[in-house]
């Protein structure tokens, strides 16, 4: 198996055979619980540094990750680039705002303007979060030279042509990912996982739809 999915399956942060809701609204039976993995400091660290490896020749100054995950494995990447590269490699983040872009706050727009950025995100369904942090950088006067994802859950859809630069995923785990009104979990009358994942989240939401 993958190294990446040994590492998840090891800290017990593939879930499958349920119903649950993904960052992009989007509905599936199988979950990667990022926050099973994090506390794991030498297997968090682990992910950091296949990333460097794969990117080590490419030219990069700054290492960018979403919040929440993202942030975690931009610091790994950017220390273990740092070491490969020897010289320093910079590790900022963006932040989600309520209407869900990816913002650069803390004057971080700054440290990264006229810089080759390296993007790197724990997981992507749809791209969308990846995209979003990529405008935030063209904003801020930088320059995407790659993308990278621990784990790419729609390879077919999620590539380098689709992202508009060079991508890569440490690991592929192709899973079955529904529109909610098409979602055959919710046909079923499957109950939405409410403990990890955005399912709470979508069931208030529903609740607040008018009648």
Not at 67 to 89: H, M, N, P, R
Not at 147 to 162: A, H, K, L
Request: aromatic residues 8%; glycine residues 8%; charged residues 20%.
């Amino acid at each position: 198996m993958n190294e990446i999915l040994d590492i998840l399956t090891a800290t017990g942060a593939i879930i499958d055979n349920n119903h649950f809701v993904l960052t992009s609204g989007k509905h599936s039976p199988r979950y990667i619980n990022k926050d099973a993995l994090y506390p794991h400091t030498k297997e968090t660290a682990r992910i950091g540094e296949l990333f460097a490896e794969k990117f080590k020749d490419v030219a990069i100054d700054v290492v960018v990750g979403p919040a929440f995950g993202g942030i975690i494995l931009s610091q790994w990447t950017g220390y273990y680039l740092t070491k490969l590269k020897k010289q320093e490699v910079l590790s900022v983040y963006t932040e989600k705002t309520p209407d869900s872009n990816q913002i650069f706050r803390r004057g971080y727009d700054a440290v990264i303007k006229g810089k080759n950025v390296l993007v790197v995100e724990d997981l992507t369904s749809t791209g969308g979060s990846v995209k979003k942090v990529m405008v935030s950088i063209a904003g801020a006067g930088a320059t995407v030279a790659a993308v990278g994802v621990m784990v790419n859950r729609n390879p077919q859809d999620v590539t380098t042509e689709t992202i508009g630069v060079p991508f890569y995923a440490l690991a592929e785990l192709p899973t079955e990912i529904y529109d909610p009104e098409n979602c055959p979990l919710c046909k079923k009358g499957i109950p939405i996982n409410i403990t990890v994942g955005h399912g709470k989240k979508f069931l208030e939401s529903r609740k607040n739809l008018p009648a």
